[in-house]
């Protein structure tokens, strides 16, 4: 059967999300813990995908944040519904076959997992134990965006899937907000719908309920990009969850192009690669694949591999 122009549309940023997701990453690696300035004495303004720098690999290489985000795609496609189980087991094989980038709370709670701590457990006893400043990075955010693909069509889902998945490592309530609101954000983008007031509304809702965490700060954070209260000058760059989420909402929905906030985020440097690939998501939402340069893509060994999954989990929303 045949697509309506509309279900091309959506099909078109569905795949915007997750190859946005992999180029943001991929570009942002090598410069991955510079400076702006020091960005832009070696490279003048990133715009292609550079081998080496930070990390050492080759052009197109991607981390941990398309690599955890495949692994929930796999899962997802697989098994044809949310398993959390499946995800963290996945999540452990990926970490055993020694990656070169991950986060110290992401370290922390697979190593519980490998332990035989749950699933649904491990990331609340890492968590339970971390000191205040290194307790709320973005290390789920980077990866949750294959849920805004799957359930495009169900806000429901999408809370429950977006909190539990990001509590696999990362539990404290503003990174499991932080997670859940882009993903209503990155679905309405793929509906072609304004984002923001359905995904804020439908949080507060759920919260009001006692349904999710309660987080102002998050709140706070993307209302400042919503009003236009924050300011490129003011944007941070550190592995902050809510700055993370911030920056990436900015970038990703102020740029006249896809590959304007992809280039626009990376060039901050910092948390280079993670704010890229959250960028990424959203100006893949917004803009679709078909912004996305060719000269990237081609780049990145798994772009075939993303599409395939993409059509897969678009499955899941429009049944």
Same mark, same amino acid.
């Given at each position: 059967?045949m697509?309506?122009a509309?279900e091309t549309?959506m099909?078109?940023?569905?795949l915007?999300?997750?190859l946005g997701l992999?180029?943001?990453?991929?570009?942002?690696?090598?410069v991955?813990?510079?400076?702006s #300035?020091?960005?832009e004495?070696?490279?003048?303004t990133v &715009?292609?995908? #550079?081998?080496?720098?930070? #990390?050492?690999?080759?052009?197109g290489t991607?981390?941990?944040?398309?690599?955890?985000?495949?692994?929930?795609a796999?899962?997802?496609?697989e098994n044809?519904e949310?398993?959390?189980e499946?995800i963290?087991?996945r999540?452990?094989?990926?970490?055993?076959?020694?990656?070169?980038d991950?986060g110290?709370?992401t370290?922390?709670?697979?190593?519980?997992l490998?332990?035989g701590?749950?699933?649904d457990?491990?990331?609340r006893s890492?968590?339970e134990?971390?000191n205040e400043?290194s307790n709320?990075?973005n290390g789920?955010l980077m990866?949750?965006?294959?849920?805004?693909?799957?359930?495009?069509?169900d806000?429901?889902?999408?809370l429950d899937?977006?909190?539990?998945?990001?509590?696999?490592? #990362?539990?404290?309530p503003?990174?499991?907000?932080?997670?859940?609101?882009y993903?209503m954000?990155?679905?309405?983008l793929i509906?072609?719908?304004l984002?923001?007031?359905?995904?804020?509304g439908t949080?507060?809702?759920?919260?009001?309920?006692g349904?999710?965490?309660?987080?102002g700060?998050?709140m706070?954070a993307?209302?400042?990009?919503k009003?236009g209260?924050?300011?490129?000058?003011r944007?941070?760059?550190s592995g902050y969850?809510?700055?993370?989420l911030?920056t990436s909402?900015?970038?990703g929905l &102020?740029?006249?192009t896809?590959?304007?906030a992809?280039?626009?985020a990376?060039n901050?440097?910092g948390?280079a690669?993670?704010?890229g690939a959250?960028?990424?998501a959203?100006?893949g939402a917004?803009?679709?694949?078909?912004?996305?340069p060719?000269r990237?893509?081609?780049e990145i060994d798994?772009t075939?591999?993303?599409?395939?999954l993409?059509h897969?989990?678009?499955?899941f929303?429009?049944?």
């Amino acid at each position: 059967m045949m697509m309506t122009a509309k279900e091309t549309d959506m099909m078109d940023r569905s795949l915007g999300v997750f190859l946005g997701l992999a180029c943001g990453d991929a570009l942002g690696r090598p410069v991955e813990f510079r400076t702006s #300035h020091g960005i832009e004495d070696e490279y003048g303004t990133v &715009t292609e995908m #550079h081998g080496y720098g930070s #990390h050492n690999q080759p052009a197109g290489t991607i981390t941990d944040d398309t690599d955890l985000a495949l692994c929930i795609a796999r899962s997802l496609a697989e098994n044809g519904e949310f398993d959390g189980e499946d995800i963290a087991d996945r999540f452990v094989g990926w970490y055993d076959d020694g990656p070169f980038d991950i986060g110290g709370t992401t370290s922390g709670a697979i190593r519980r997992l490998k332990t035989g701590e749950a699933w649904d457990s491990a990331g609340r006893s890492e968590w339970e134990q971390s000191n205040e400043g290194s307790n709320a990075g973005n290390g789920s955010l980077m990866r949750t965006a294959p849920y805004s693909i799957a359930y495009t069509d169900d806000f429901g889902a999408i809370l429950d899937y977006s909190l539990k998945s990001s509590a696999i490592t #990362h539990a404290d309530p503003r990174c499991q907000a932080s997670c859940a609101i882009y993903n209503m954000v990155l679905a309405d983008l793929i509906q072609g719908n304004l984002p923001f007031d359905v995904a804020i509304g439908t949080y507060n809702l759920a919260a009001r309920k006692g349904d999710v965490p309660e987080s102002g700060e998050v709140m706070d954070a993307i209302t400042s990009v919503k009003t236009g209260e924050i300011q490129g000058r003011r944007l941070e760059n550190s592995g902050y969850v809510v700055s993370t989420l911030q920056t990436s909402l900015y970038h990703g929905l &102020t740029a006249d192009t896809a590959e304007d906030a992809i280039v626009n985020a990376v060039n901050m440097g910092g948390d280079a690669d993670t704010i890229g690939a959250v960028t990424g998501a959203l100006a893949g939402a917004r803009f679709g694949a078909s912004s996305l340069p060719d000269r990237w893509l081609s780049e990145i060994d798994e772009t075939d591999e993303i599409r395939e999954l993409v059509h897969t989990l678009y499955e899941f929303s429009s049944n």
